[in-house]
């Protein structure tokens, strides 16, 4: 059974960082592409980024390009995300989902998300 | 910068039949654009019906089914039930590894 479990969220000020992290379970991980998306308070959702199963491809919506860092640890069966220079607009909860393929082509499972909240 | 379109509301009778469509502001969506579905009840994260166009993800019922109709993508439910009132969003493979939402359509029971 399929687990993904994401950590790392957090109430930080404008110009900040923080690094998310999730804990993925019970499939061959390495396999796999890798995404983020999140969803802010009361708005649709938004893909943020992506990395390809052996971490050489990685995408980057517009409104993270130069601040986010999306990358994976296949040993320990772990993706993160690197926010930096955070803004009011990055507060959202931040989910991490599979895709169905190593290379990019939609979301199949999701985590719970971790809720990311940037104010001063 | 293409915009993809959903509608926002729609609403459908209990054990009846809606399909939701997911399109280009320009153009037409075409299984090239592994069009993909996912719903999502308040509070919850959001759980994958179909992706690369009419692929069922893991335990979803044969009521959600994917297609293309005309120039947009569609998910039809079937046999509708009060559970099925949700958010829906579509997601679209635009290239060079983007992916990108549509805006959501509020399905309502009654």
């Known amino acids: 059974q399929v687990h993904l479990v994401e950590s790392g969220g957090g109430v930080v000020q404008p110009g900040g960082s923080l690094r998310l992290s999730c804990a993925a379970s019970?499939?061959?991980?390495?396999?796999?592409?890798m995404h983020w998306v999140r969803q802010a308070p009361g708005k649709g959702l938004e893909w943020v980024t992506f990395i390809r199963d052996d971490g050489t491809n990685k995408y980057y919506a517009d409104s993270v390009k130069g601040r986010f860092t999306i990358s994976r640890d296949n040993s320990k069966n772990t993706l993160y995300l690197q926010m930096n220079s955070l803004r009011a607009e990055d507060t959202a909860v931040y989910y991490c989902?599979?895709?169905?393929?190593?290379?990019?082509?939609?979301?199949?499972?999701w985590g719970q998300g971790t809720l990311v909240t940037v104010s001063s | 910068q293409t915009v993809v379109t959903q509608e926002p509301s729609f609403s459908v009778s209990p054990g009846g039949t809606v399909t939701l469509t997911c399109g280009l502001s320009?153009?037409?969506?075409?299984?090239?654009?592994?069009p993909s579905w996912y719903q999502q009840t308040p509070g919850q994260a959001p759980r994958t019906l179909i992706y690369s166009t009419n692929t069922r993800s893991s335990g979803v019922p044969d009521r959600f089914s994917g297609s293309i109709l005309g120039n947009k993508a569609a998910l039809t439910i079937t046999g509708a039930q009060a559970d099925d009132e949700s958010d829906y969003y579509c997601v679209l493979y635009m290239g060079s590894g983007i992916l990108v939402f549509g805006g959501g359509t509020r399905l309502t029971v009654l």
């Open positions: 019970g499939f061959t991980f390495s396999t796999y592409g």
């Open positions: 989902a599979t895709d169905p393929r190593a290379y990019v082509s939609g979301l199949d499972y």
């Open positions: 320009s153009g037409s969506v075409s299984t090239s654009y592994y």
